[in-house]
């Protein structure tokens, strides 16, 4: 199967604790997207990269999050000292650079639940 | 900021039944609109979209007008299957035509029963 991956699909955590979720895009994808969604909510966008360069963040990304593409393959989404609020689904999306309106894959998430 | 209000759910219908889900936008300048669907255990995908006002975006049955002077696109289809059941979000480009940032609205479940 060649699309978008994300591991680990469930992390049960600690408050306090630090998660690390990675996603494999597409190969040959150059657009990286992280959004989140919480329970009953619609996906937000967090930040995506274009090939390696991270070009945007949202201001929910706060200071305990961070992200990379080390070399513009797969991302790592670091969650450091984590909090309740931070439990949600956190999506990873892939698209080419010259992709249509909206054409965006998605992976099926990793799903954090901070006890 | 850019915001997309749908339809709350869940809703429930019978096969066959006639669908609409409504969406609401606001939004700075002319942005493309667009309908994500999320069948079971499936990651979100694109089912259709509309890049400027009065297109008509279609797929599998469903379709949706970019209507600018109501701000809305509300997805429709004329009969469902029990195959539709699934999650739909309507969704805009807020990075204006660069396609890298999407808001999304809340979700709405459909239930289709036999």
């Known amino acids: 199967d060649t699309g978008v991956s994300q591991d680990p699909r469930h992390k049960i955590t600690k408050r306090g604790q630090n998660v690390t979720f990675r996603c494999d895009p597409i190969?040959?994808?150059?657009?990286l997207y992280w959004y989140r969604q919480t329970l009953g909510q619609g996906p937000e966008f967090l930040t995506y990269?274009?090939?390696?360069?991270?070009?945007?963040k949202s201001r929910l990304l706060s200071d305990r999050f961070s992200a990379e593409r080390p070399k513009g393959s797969f991302s790592t989404l670091e969650i450091q000292r984590t909090e309740q609020g931070d439990s949600a689904m956190y999506l990873c999306?892939?698209?080419?650079?010259?992709?249509?309106?909206?054409?965006?894959?998605f992976g099926e998430g990793s799903r954090l639940t901070v006890l | 900021g850019d915001s997309v209000t749908q339809m709350e759910g869940p809703v429930t219908l019978s096969e066959e039944a006639f669908l609409t889900i409504n969406c609401t936008y606001t939004?700075?300048?002319?942005?493309?609109l667009f309908w994500y669907v999320q069948y079971p255990g499936e990651g979100l995908q694109l089912l259709l979209k509309?890049?400027?006002?009065?297109d008509k975006g279609s797929n599998k049955g469903f379709e949706a007008t970019y209507r600018k002077e109501t701000t809305s696109f509300h997805l429709e289809k004329g009969s469902v299957q029990v195959s539709d059941s699934a999650v739909y979000f309507c969704?805009?480009?807020?990075?204006?035509?660069?396609?890298?940032?999407?808001?999304f609205g809340k979700g709405t479940l459909l239930t289709v029963n036999p």
């Open positions: 990269f274009q090939n390696e360069a991270q070009l945007e």
């Open positions: 969704a805009l480009d807020s990075s204006g035509g660069s396609n890298y940032k999407l808001t």
């Open positions: 509309a890049t400027k006002a009065d």
């Open positions: 190969s040959e994808h150059n657009r």
């Open positions: 999306a892939s698209s080419f650079l010259t992709g249509g309106p909206g054409e965006l894959f």
């Open positions: 939004a700075t300048g002319y942005p493309s």
